[in-house]
């Protein structure tokens, strides 16, 4: 079955500091990827998404490539702030299947000024 | 509306207790999605529907757990008879269309609490 692997956190980093989250996939087809953040006590967001190889989705500062090579979207951000403390969730949605969305385990990220 | 509303926020239940949850999918979003999510952050898909039909329900723990989404009204997850392993955080989703692999919208969530 599809699965979404991330790195275990948390990941404690401090401010300005560069961000990488590393996320792979196993999935039939090409499935589409995404990358959504929970804030402390709130509900899942959107970060950001690519629908097809090479594709790099970027939102606030995050950006992340498909790599169907490799089979990763790896999460990055050049300058982390405080504010970007949340658990990130690597997730996908097969084509062709039912289109719920397979996440990966989260990794907390802590910004410390 | 423009976002996925879920009611309430917070539901307390004493074991054996009915839960009912519901879920207002943004507006114009045929597909709705039902998540548990528990300890250690791991998500289980529960089911899924298309308008009121139910489109997916491989995840469903059928003997406790129920979900419906009738016309003009907003979609519900009930649980008979909670249990304490029932306690987690319930989310909805909706999108748009089905198979070219739309996003899929949460809505704030339900955190359950089964005592």
């Known amino acids: 079955g599809d699965s979404v692997t991330q790195m275990e956190g948390p990941v404690t980093l401090s401010e300005e500091a560069f961000l990488t989250i590393n996320c792979t996939y196993t999935?039939?087809?090409?499935?589409?990827l995404f990358w959504y953040v929970q804030y402390p006590g709130e509900g899942l967001q959107l970060l950001l998404k690519a629908t097809k190889a090479d594709d790099k989705g970027s939102n606030k500062g995050f950006e992340a490539t498909y790599r169907k090579e490799t089979t990763s979207f790896h999460l990055e951000k050049g300058s982390v702030q405080v504010s970007d403390s949340a658990v990130y969730f690597c997730a996908l949605i097969r084509i062709g299947g039912y289109q719920k969305v397979t996440f990966g385990t989260g990794t907390k990220l802590q910004v410390i000024p | 509306g423009e976002e996925v509303a879920q009611t309430p926020k917070h539901l307390v239940r004493g074991e054996g207790q009915k839960a009912k949850l519901y879920c207002a999918p943004i507006?114009?979003?045929?597909?709705v999605f039902w998540y548990q999510q528990v300890l250690k952050n791991e998500f289980k898909f529960l089911i899924s529907?298309?308008?009121?039909?139910?489109?997916?329900e491989t995840g469903m723990p059928k003997e406790r757990f129920s979900a419906k989404c009738l016309p003009n009204s907003p979609c519900s997850l009930e649980i008979q008879a909670t249990k304490l392993e029932d306690s987690a955080v319930y989310f909805c989703?909706?999108?748009?269309?089905?198979?070219?692999?739309?996003?899929?919208?949460f809505g704030p969530g339900t955190r359950l609490l089964v005592l």
């Open positions: 529907f298309q308008n009121e039909n139910v489109f997916d």
């Open positions: 989703a909706s999108s748009q269309s089905e198979g070219s692999q739309e996003t899929q919208y």
């Open positions: 999935a039939t087809g090409y499935p589409s």
């Open positions: 507006k114009g979003h045929s597909y």
